[in-house]
């Protein structure tokens, strides 16, 4: 197994409580598998990649879980050691190459600065690397492209760009945090497309982490369904698609749109997330959820299996289930 997450908890700690962003969320990685992440902004997808790669912002911390990276607890490492790892064996792409690429250089200079960094070559051959890296992710004209300021390029290319980065030391796994989230419909399937064929190519896992069931449907293997913090549910792909468990997995599915001809409206989610510093004891979901009870509201259900290779975070799917 490439990754294995165990009962991972990053928590901040704020002036208005403790926030657990990441709480007891376990997963594994096999080798070239895709696994989405998949839930609303804030349900705690991007730091549990943040926290695989320690890269949690104060005044977050890790407080408790396993990272196991090719064998090895990467919470016991030191900070040093995790450079090395980062954009090496593990890189990741962000959903705002602007944010993410430096206005004042080259895409050249950055993608050359990060093979130097961690391969140790020289100029010359990291260049002409950078050059293939940019050909790898279908830049047109990459040597002169590589020559290119972030601002000379379109979100699509730029996008392009941060893969080619990512990709040019030839890591293990990659992880996707919304790759295609500011692009036009056309671009998202062909990065889509790009992330897929570079897997391929280059046998890399992939971590995949979006709000879009979509792309997870188009892109992923399987699936981890997070909400305020938690899995709630997990599955195959196609399982999760052909039968969902959990309420508010049900509610996502129902409200994407589908191209079937009927007029049905979309199926809005009732209700909010609670307060990141005011947790129920309870189901986290349970105020927004149709089949809450009191043992709901009270008592914190934990992951089960429903069948082969699902589980679920849910005390009534069954009743949840008859009701479709």
Known sequence: MLLRVNNLKTYFDTDDGIVPA??????????GET???????????????????????????????????????????????????????????????MVSLNPVFTVGNQIAEAIRRHQGLDKKTAWQQSIESLAAVGIPTPKESVHNYPHQM???????????MAISCYPSLLIADEPTTALDVTIQAQILDLIGKLQDDM???????????GVISEAAHRVLVMYAGQVVESAMVDKLFERAYHPYTKGLLNAVPKLSGNADRL???????????????????????EFATEQC????????????????????????????
């Open 154 to 164: 379109s979100g699509g290319m730029r996008q392009r760009v941060m893969i080619a």
């Open 267 to 289: 199926t809005a989610i009732q209700g909010s997330v609670p307060e990141p510093t005011q947790m129920p004891d309870g189901c986290r979901f349970a105020s927004r959820c």
């Open 203 to 213: 046998g890399m896992a992939v971590l995949l982490i979006t709000h879009n069931l």
């Open 35 to 97: 696994l989405g992440i998949v839930g609303e902004s804030g349900c705690g997808k991007s730091m549990t990649a943040l926290s695989i790669l320690r890269l949690v912002p104060p005044p977050g911390k890790i407080v408790a879980g396993e990272i196991w990276w090719n064998g090895e607890n990467l919470l016991a490492r030191r900070e040093s050691e995790m450079r090395d790892i980062r954009g090496n064996e593990i890189s990741i792409v962000f959903q705002e190459p």
């Open 22 to 31: 990441v709480d007891d969320v376990s997963f594994t990685l096999a080798k």
């Open 297 to 324: 509201r009270s008592e914190m259900p934990q992951l089960e299996p429903v069948n082969s290779g699902q589980t679920v975070r849910c005390f009534e799917w069954r009743r949840a289930m008859q009701v479709n």
